[in-house]
């Protein structure tokens, strides 16, 4: 049972910004519990512009950073481009792989697998850069943790850049730069940049240094936008306007090697991205090789951008099974654990396959709302792909569980580590008495955010021009859920889907006139009582459903109560 939570109104405040931008009350309450409470704050919320992207001068390290890579540029000097296996890392080497190529520097790339390398700087990749005569990497989307890599590395005579947007330990590797908005001495104004918004800043700062033009930057704006979509970092601030003029340039279809992943699509937005996109690049690294995704970004022939993504989207298919069975199996240990552990889920499985582990946590915490941690077997250590919920940051809650793992790394709500199998089950009770202290039984319950109660009447296609505003959407300014009470049923509402899991709506509110369809996904066990009951109350969000030359409002019902 899930607990719906109403945002507070201040009417007084409403009324004034209502009147001040002549927008409904409900948009100024959404304005408002975004913290947009005048007219100069709606204006750069409503209209993103470039002129808003902060100064990459103002990061430390980056005058550094800068001088290294021009440096190795005169010298002729070979740079390797490393960077993670996921959407993040893949579009930040595709975009300063391109990026250098572009200004004439001897270039390669190089992305670890993630089942014989691992996550992050690797032992292979830097003994491949010694080998090559490689001057300089550049690390994209990991590194900022890889203290003893970076330092071989810098005894072999390679320099070495780190653009990361982790959390650093208490230690800084020994790089001669390090960029990461998160470090505890960087005063860059913004600090939740993607990986590839990070590669972004060193390149702005590099086409600055050589006076040429910015519009050259314009071009890779659509692999940022896809790591914001894809890395569910906030949209809001830099991130909403990078996104924003990212998916511009996507829906220019200029980019031959995403192309065929968005052709059928009539315009792509950042739901697109999280869940059509994403997921098909995600796919090459989790189960055969990144480097397929890369080479796809890149690509200028159309054939093969064509060959690529049909290999990438069977690599997607393959992932989707593995997801299911895997599921299936860490679902029933999660049951049987649930006496022992109630504040958490912590599985583990030998032969899971690691490329989707990650994808599994999720799905648990949809089916038991808990932090979890998802393991697999390999040689006697287990590796783990964590997922948490609100109110439990998960970089804390590994540090203090950090006795008995090999090595960890991640954010506040996604993070990976390594385990010896034999502190497995030291680690599940320890990782469980931390979570007794930190979450509440409260935090247990998924809470469903209303920002306001919103009438079927007063929902119209002026109402829906201003919410679609709003977007992109994405933490922090997910999209707008609202709670209509006395609505009844006209009668043609069924149960859809594969095993009748979902609800097809045909929905109004008593003393209303408008009547909506909608679709609640997942909640198909709700229908025998809502056939029965007069009334019920939904929390729900708007979208509109284009089907062949027809535009209709459509409801999608994210909870129902009687």
């Known amino acids: 049972m899930k607990k719906w939570v109403l945002d507070r109104k201040n009417p007084e405040k409403i009324t004034n910004l209502s ?23 709606a204006h750069e919320f409503f209209k993103p512009q470039k002129k808003g992207i902060h100064n990459p001068w103002l990061m430390k390290d980056m005058d550094i950073a800068v001088e290294r890579v021009l440096y190795h540029k005169e010298q002729n000097n070979p740079i390797m481009v490393y960077g993670d296996y996921d959407v993040d890392g893949t579009t930040s080497v595709a975009l300063m792989y391109s990026f250098l190529k572009s200004i004439q520097v001897d270039a390669q790339f190089y992305i670890p697998d993630r089942y014989t390398e691992g996550y992050g700087v690797s032992e292979k990749g830097i003994e491949k850069a010694v080998n090559e005569g490689v001057k300089l990497i550049i690390s994209l989307d990991c590194g900022v943790k890889a203290i003893r890599l970076i330092e071989k590395a810098r005894n072999s005579g390679i320099d070495f850049i780190v653009c990361d947007h982790h959390r650093p330990g208490a230690e800084l590797p020994p790089a001669n730069a390090v960029l990461d908005p998160k470090r505890a001495d960087c005063n860059y104004p913004f600090k939740e940049l993607s990986g590839c918004g990070v590669g972004f800043k060193l390149a702005q700062a590099i086409v600055d240094k050589l006076q040429i033009s910015e519009e050259i930057l314009n071009q890779y704006l659509d692999l940022v936008a896809i790591s914001i979509g894809a890395d569910l970092v906030s949209i809001t601030g830099e991130n909403r306007i990078l996104a924003t003029l990212g998916l511009q340039e996507i829906n220019k279809r200029t980019r031959v090697g995403i192309q065929p992943l968005i052709d059928k699509l009539e315009e792509v937005t950042i739901e697109n991205v999280v869940f059509q996109i994403a997921p098909k690049i995600n796919a090459a690294g989790r189960i055969q090789h990144a480097h397929s995704a890369v080479n796809m970004l890149i690509e200028k022939d159309v054939q093969n951008a064509q060959d690529l993504c049909e290999k990438i989207i069977q690599f997607n298919e393959t992932r989707r099974d593995f997801d299911e069975e895997i599921t299936e199996y860490a679902w029933k240990e999660t049951q049987d654990n649930q006496e022992k552990y109630h504040y958490t889920n912590v599985v583990s499985g030998a032969e899971w396959h690691k490329g989707v582990i990650g994808i599994v946590a999720s799905r648990l915490i949809e089916k038991h709302y808990r932090p979890t941690i998802v393991f697999t077997e390999k040689e006697g250590k287990l590796t783990g792909s964590a997922r948490s919920i609100p109110g439990f940051d998960l970089y ?29 089950e030291d680690f599940k009770n320890q990782f469980e008495k931390y979570a007794s202290r930190i979450l509440s039984e409260e935090d247990l319950i998924e809470k469903v955010h209303l920002e306001s109660e919103l009438n079927f009447d007063d929902i119209s296609d002026n109402f829906f021009n201003q919410l679609a505003m709003f977007e992109p959407h994405g933490p922090d300014n997910l999209p707008p859920i609202f709670g209509a009470k006395n609505v009844i049923d006209t009668g043609w509402s069924r149960k859809v889907g594969k095993e009748s899991q979902h609800i097809s709506f045909a929905i109004k509110q008593r003393e209303s006139k408008n009547a909506f369809k909608g679709i609640g996904f997942g909640i198909g066990e709700s229908f025998a009582q809502m056939a029965r009951t007069n009334q019920f109350a939904i929390a729900y969000s708007i979208k509109k459903n284009k089907w062949r030359d027809r535009e209709e409002i459509q409801l999608n019902i994210k909870d129902i109560k009687f």
Do not use: V
Not at 24 to 38: E, M, T
Not at 396 to 424: M, P, R, V, W
């Open 396 to 424: 804390e809650a590994l540090q203090a569980c950090s006795d008995n793992i090999e090595q960890f790394g991640g954010h506040y709500f996604a993070a990976g580590l390594t385990i010896k199998k034999e502190n497995l």
């Open 19 to 41: 009147k001040e931008l002549n927008i409904s009350p409900a948009i100024a309450q959404l304005l408002l519990n975004r913290g947009i409470d005048s007219i100069e704050k």
